[in-house]
């Protein structure tokens, strides 16, 4: 596996298998991590990461034959792997501190969170919710927001069961949405990207928003909310770990505008009845006063 600016430095050797290649340094030594990806699959646990057992490699600049499944199994039984955890909302990756165990390396450690992306993430996830027996909703299932016609519908209202997309930049922990419009018969083409700022636990603090074409994933706009330095760094990172963004945004376009034509159709024909669940842009039960986006939506529990 050759990797160029422009490739993910990972392959998915089996569902469970994931290998991991660093540029070649200046002697040409490739270094691979093997990693073998486990789960809790007890479904009352909230436990929201995977455990990473990895064996590290060096080969030689000739050395092309590929690693197979089989041969990555092997090398994983026969040696002292080194543990670690990966946080499916932000992507962090932490040692396992048990003397049972060795732990990742701090070369390793940090070298792997910028080489594990949005769509490593999500794969995971979805072994994640297959382990937990959960699934995301189909239309039928899903408790429909109150939406306004000139309001964004977004992705987590209608996958509650997906993964938060969360960046921890420099001690603050942000949160991203992104946000589509609702109107099944509108042909528009872009998303609007929504980042707020959970670190305060008293209060949420929108940073801003970023609007995009699809499918490019071009900015048509940028809004920042009180800290333009805050917005910049967490869409930095939010393009970072979304290396194909455009496609991303564009399938989920799509998704959405499949998923709210079968909801009217399906309304069109029934009596509406009263929403069962708070939307994003209701006030939020807490009686704070403010919308629920801006308050309890969201927000994550205290990291130990």
């Known amino acids: 596996m050759n990797v160029t600016a422009n490739q993910a430095p990972w392959t998915l050797l089996a569902p469970d298998l994931v290998l991991f290649e660093r540029p070649p340094g200046p002697s040409g030594t490739r270094r691979q991590l093997v990693c ?7 479904p009352s646990c909230d436990c929201f990461e995977v455990t990473l057992s990895a064996v590290g490699l060096e080969l030689g600049a000739r050395d092309a034959t590929p690693l197979t499944s089989e041969a990555a199994r092997a090398l994983l039984g026969a040696a002292s792997p080194m543990r670690a955890f990966l946080s499916l909302d932000s992507g962090a990756v932490d040692p396992d501190d ?10 390793w450690l940090q070298w792997l969170e910028s080489a594990i992306d949005g769509e490593l993430l999500d794969l995971f996830h979805a ?7 959960r699934h995301s909703p ?13 309001e964004m519908l977004a992705w987590e209202d209608l996958h509650p069961e997906d993964r938060p997309d969360a960046f921890e930049l420099e001690g603050r922990f942000f949160v991203a949405a ?30 801003g928003f970023v609007r995009v074409g699809l499918p490019t994933g071009d900015v048509l706009e940028r809004r920042p909310s009180g800290d333009p330095a805050a917005l910049d760094a967490v869409w930095s990172a939010y393009r970072a770990r979304h290396r194909r963004l455009g496609e991303r945004l564009h399938a989920r376009r799509r998704a959405v505008a499949a998923l ?3 909801h009217a159709a399906a309304t069109a024909a029934t009596p509406k009845r009263a929403p ?16 629920h986006k801006q308050c309890c939506l969201g927000r994550p529990a205290p990291k130990g």
Do not use: H, M
């Not at 073998?36 to 007890?42: D, G, K, L, Q, V």
């Not at 189909?138 to 000139?150: A, C, F, N």
């Open 36 to 42: 073998r990806t486990r789960y809790c699959a007890r």
């Open 98 to 107: 048990d003397p049972v165990y060795r732990p990742l390396s701090d070369e």
């Open 127 to 133: 072994q994640w919710l297959a382990q937990k027996g």
């Open 138 to 150: 189909t239309w039928p299932e899903i408790d429909w927001p109150t939406v306004e016609s000139d």
């Open 178 to 207: 992104d946000l589509y419009c609702p109107n099944p018969a509108c042909s528009c083409a872009e998303a609007q990207l929504e980042f707020v700022d959970l670190s305060d636990d008293e209060e949420a603090r929108l940073v």
């Open 260 to 262: 709210t034509q079968a």
């Open 276 to 291: 069962a669940r708070v939307g994003r842009n209701d006030p939020c039960p807490c009686g704070s006063g403010k919308k």
